[in-house]
C-alpha cells in the first residue's frame, strides 16, 4: 500500500563541490519529492542559480532531458536513472532561498509584473521537465535578509503571486499534467502571520514549513534546533508542534503541512555547566560558535552536516563527546565537558519521533534540509520506513 505521506527533500546545486554529493546519491527511491535549491531571479524573470551544476555538466547521453544536461538533465530524464530508481518521484524548482529573494517583492507588486514572472515559472518548468514549482520567499513584508526588497503589500501580493502562478501552471499543463505548486514558509509565526495562511494553504499542494534553524548565534543561551515539543524548562520557546499548531489555528489544510527535519546541527562555543539538569549543557550561555575547520563535516560557522555528527557519535570519541535525548522535547544535543561545546541536532530517534507526529496528527509529511548534509544516506531511509 502506498503511503499517503509526503516525503520531500530539498537538494542544492552547491552539493557537488565542496560535499562532493552529486545528483546521482540522491536517494530517490525514499522520496516523493525532490526540490532542487535554488533558481535565480532577475528582471522578473526565474533564471538559472549556477549554469554549469543546473545544466551543462554530463551525466551521460540518457541523462539528458531535450539535450540538457546537468543536474536538471540527470533529475528529470524520463528514461534516465533517476526516474529509473522511482518512476513516481517528483522533481520541483525552488526558487528564491535565504540569498536569492530580493526580487520577490518587486515580481509580486503589480498585475504585470506577476503575470511576468508566472510565465516565466511555466516556461522554466517545461523546458527543463520539472513537475513544479516551489516559492521559497523569504520572506513577504520582512524577517528575511536585510538587503531585501520589502513591501507592507507583500503579504496581500503573496497570495496574488501564488494564484497567477496555479493559473499559469494549470493552462501550460492542460489536460495533459497537472504540475505542482508549493511554498516553503517561516515556522516563526511572527513571519508567517504577515500573509494569509488559509488562502496560501487553498492554492498551493503543500506549505514546506521551516521548522529548523531554531537557535544559533543570535541566541541568548544554547537552545535546541529543531526540537519537536517544548522542553521541560521551556527555554527553547519555538518548537516544532507550535508551529503546526500556529498553521493550524490559521485555516491550513493539515494535509498540506509538511514539517522540516534538519539534517545537521547547531554548535555553540564555550558552554560551561552551571545547571544541575537533566540535559548537559541546554540553556546555558555560550561564547561564540566553532569555524568551519574545527570539527569534520562543518558546513558554515556553527554548523555541523550529520556526516560530521556521526563521527562525533562514536563512542569515546576524540573529542570527548556524549549524547543525551530530551524525552520531552524529542530531540538530542551532544556536549564535550572537553571542549566545552554543546550541539543540538537531529538523530535517528527524534527523526522517528517526528514521523510519529506526522502520522499521528494526519498531516502532509516530511520535509529535508538538505540531503548533501547526510552523505551517507543515513537518515532518509528511516523517515521513508516510518512515514
Not at 526580487?103 to 503589480?110: E, I
Request: hydrophobic fraction near 35%; charged fraction near 15%; include cysteine.
Amino acid at each position: 500500500m502506498t503511503s499517503p505521506f509526503k516525503k520531500v527533500a530539498y537538494y542544492s546545486s552547491w552539493s557537488i563541490y565542496s560535499s562532493k554529493y552529486p545528483p546521482q546519491n540522491i536517494p530517490a527511491a525514499n522520496l516523493t519529492h525532490l526540490m532542487y535549491a535554488f533558481a535565480n531571479i532577475a528582471n522578473g524573470c526565474v533564471v538559472l542559480g549556477d549554469s554549469w551544476a543546473d545544466t551543462q555538466i554530463s551525466y551521460g547521453d540518457k541523462n539528458k532531458f531535450n539535450g540538457i544536461g546537468g543536474a536538471f538533465g540527470y533529475l528529470n530524464s524520463p528514461t534516465g536513472d533517476f526516474r529509473a530508481k522511482n518512476p513516481s518521484i517528483k522533481t520541483l524548482i525552488s526558487v528564491g532561498g535565504w540569498t536569492w529573494s530580493k526580487s520577490f517583492s518587486t515580481c509580486a507588486s503589480t498585475p504585470q509584473s506577476r503575470s511576468i514572472f508566472a510565465k516565466s515559472i511555466a516556461d522554466f518548468v517545461t523546458k527543463y521537465g520539472f513537475d513544479g514549482v516551489d516559492i521559497d520567499w523569504e520572506y513577504p513584508v520582512g524577517g528575511g535578509d536585510p538587503g531585501n526588497t520589502t513591501s507592507p503589500a507583500d503579504g496581500v501580493n503573496y497570495v496574488l503571486l501564488l494564484n497567477e502562478i496555479r493559473n499559469e501552471l494549470n493552462r501550460v499543463g492542460g489536460q495533459n499534467k497537472q504540475y505542482q505548486l508549493s511554498v516553503a514558509m517561516s515556522s516563526i509565526s511572527s513571519i508567517a502571520g504577515h500573509v494569509n495562511i488559509k488562502a496560501v494553504s487553498d492554492v498551493v499542494d503543500f506549505i514546506n514549513i521551516m521548522s529548523y534553524d531554531f537557535s544559533g548565534p543570535w541566541s541568548q543561551t544554547t537552545q535546541y534546533n529543531s526540537n519537536l515539543f517544548l522542553d521541560a524548562n521551556r527555554s527553547t520557546p519555538l518548537s516544532v508542534d507550535g508551529s503546526v499548531t500556529y498553521y493550524l489555528s490559521q485555516g491550513a489544510n493539515p494535509r498540506k503541512l509538511v514539517c522540516g527535519t534538519p539534517f545537521c546541527g547547531k554548535l555553540f562555543s564555550n558552554v560551561s555547566l552551571t545547571k544541575n539538569q537533566i540535559i548537559p549543557g541546554l540553556n546555558e550561555k555560550y561564547r561564540g560558535v566553532p569555524g568551519t575547520s574545527e570539527f569534520p563535516g562543518m558546513v558554515d560557522n556553527g554548523i555541523i552536516s550529520y556526516t560530521g555528527l556521526q563521527q562525533l557519535m562514536v563512542p569515546n570519541n576524540q573529542y570527548g563527546f556524549v549524547t543525551t535525548y530530551d524525552n520531552t522535547a524529542q530531540t538530542a544535543s551532544m556536549y564535550s565537558s572537553k571542549l566545552k561545546v554543546w550541539i543540538s541536532f537531529e538523530n535517528e530517534t527524534s527523526l522517528i519521533s517526528k514521523c510519529n507526529y506526522v502520522r499521528g496528527k494526519s498531516l502532509g509529511g516530511l520535509m529535508i534540509w538538505e540531503l548533501s548534509q547526510d552523505k551517507n544516506n543515513s537518515l532518509a531511509p528511516i523517515l521513508s520506513r516510518n512515514l
